[in-house]
C-alpha cells in the first residue's frame, strides 16, 4: 500500500516538473520544438569561445587538441579518472568565460558545433556528470569515507550511531 502511494506521488511529481520551464543548472535549456539550428542561440564568436574552453580543459590533461575531440576519443576519460582534481577542472571550465558558459552550455550549441547528436549528447552527460560529482556527489564519497573509517575503530558501534549524513565533511 505505501510503495504504491510512493509510486503514484513520484509520478505526479514527474508529470509536474515536466510542465515546468525549468533550467537544469544551466546544462540543458527548455527549448521550443523546432528547427535545432534555429534554436541554437550563441553566435560563432561565443560557439569557439566555448570550445576553447574545452580545448583548454583537455589540454590541461595532457591532450593534444586543437579542436574539440569526438565522444569516440572518449576526451574526459582522463578527467573521471581524477576524484582528486576533478572538481577544480570544473570550476576551471565554469569560470571560463563564464558569460558564455552560462548562455551557451547546451545540447544545442554542441549539436550545432558538432553536428552530430551523439558528440552533443556526449559533451553534455559528460559535463553534467562533472556537475553532479562536483556539486553533490563528493558529499557522497566523503560520507561513504567517514564510514569506512569509523568501521575500522574500536568503538565503531558507538561512532556510527553519532554520525549522521548531516555531518558530512566533519569526519576526520
Known amino acids: 500500500m505505501t510503495s504504491s502511494i510512493l509510486i ?15 533550467d537544469l543548472g544551466g546544462l540543458v535549456k527548455q527549448t521550443v520544438a523546432g528547427n535545432e539550428g534555429v534554436l541554437h542561440n550563441c553566435s560563432n564568436d561565443q560557439d569557439h569561445v566555448l570550445q576553447q574552453c574545452y580545448i583548454n580543459m583537455f589540454i590541461s590533461y595532457g591532450l ?32 571560463c568565460h563564464s558569460d558564455v558558459i552560462d548562455n551557451c552550455l547546451n545540447y544545442n550549441t554542441f549539436n550545432a558545433i558538432f553536428g552530430s547528436e551523439i558528440n552533443a549528447v556526449y559533451y553534455i552527460s559528460q559535463t553534467a556528470f562533472l556537475q553532479f560529482y562536483c556539486d553533490y556527489g563528493s558529499d557522497f564519497v566523503s560520507y561513504y569515507e567517514c564510514m569506512q573509517v569509523i568501521s575500522l575503530n574500536d568503538l565503531s558501534d558507538t561512532i556510527y550511531t553519532e554520525c549522521s549524513v548531516l555531518e558530512v565533511g566533519t569526519c576526520e
Request: proline share 4%; hydrophobic share 40%; aromatic share 10%.
Open 64 to 95: 593534444n587538441v586543437t579542436s574539440l575531440p569526438s565522444a569516440s576519443e572518449d576526451p574526459f576519460k582522463s578527467i573521471r579518472y581524477d576524484a582528486a582534481g576533478m572538481c577544480k577542472t570544473y570550476a576551471n571550465l565554469r569560470h
Open 8 to 22: 503514484s506521488f513520484f509520478l505526479l511529481l514527474i508529470q509536474e516538473i515536466k510542465t515546468l520551464d525549468v
